[in-house]
């Protein structure tokens, strides 16, 4: 990994009432990559990514994206990705529309960009006659295809997702995926957890792989295939 590194996640250490949840946990996200976090249930994949995005405490190490530091410059630091939640985490007090709206604010993103990917995402994922509807009267798969449409309108250097493809039908899936592609291939970083590892060897280019909170092995995804073989 000698590109240009997005993600810098260096010793970190999250404690949850005393119990250690991850340690000593060191990974770096190259330039225009796709990185799996793979690991069993409960292996510290999702304290991870809330240890990155901020809303989980760490307490120790250090975390930056594209040079700005979590501790140093939040907002800014802030502003440098955006996230896709495991589970959907809508505004009930706010319209599919809001919502896309709220982002266009909080990323500053310019009134063209922000028309032409509300519209292409949600033709793409079917959501053109659910934008003025309240999540409450969602399913949870159009919840989290709304969520995911949030995340893919800033153009932000790293894409971080728990579980993408979680809840999304057959089509939306495919679809979603062809999307990260042409991200990668624009130069987004995309750090994503799954458990479903044939989608590991279609997406990634790496993998890390958690073990009890810590990084048991990482490498190029070819070498995840020789992991398996050792480890079936
Ligand atoms: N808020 C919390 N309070 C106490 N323990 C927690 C909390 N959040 C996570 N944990 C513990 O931290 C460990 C890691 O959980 P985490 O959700 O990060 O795992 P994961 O790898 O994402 O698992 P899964 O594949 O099941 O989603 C687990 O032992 C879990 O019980």
Redesign the pocket.
Known sequence: MNELNVLEVDKCDVN??E?S?LANVSIRIPQGTITALV??????????IKAIIGSQEKSAGRISVVGVGQDDQFSEYKRQFSYIP?EPLLMSELTVYQHFQLYQKSYNIPDDSFRRKVDQYSEAFELTDKLDDYPESLSKGMRQKAQTICALLPDVPLLLIDEPFMGLDVYAGAYLERVLVELKKAGTSILL?T?QLDKVRELADYFVM?KD?AVSSTGAVEEFHELDRRHP
Do not use: M, V
């Open positions: 949850i009432r119990h949840i690991g069993h249930n409960g292996a510290g994949k999702s304290t991870l495991e957890t458990h958690l909170g």
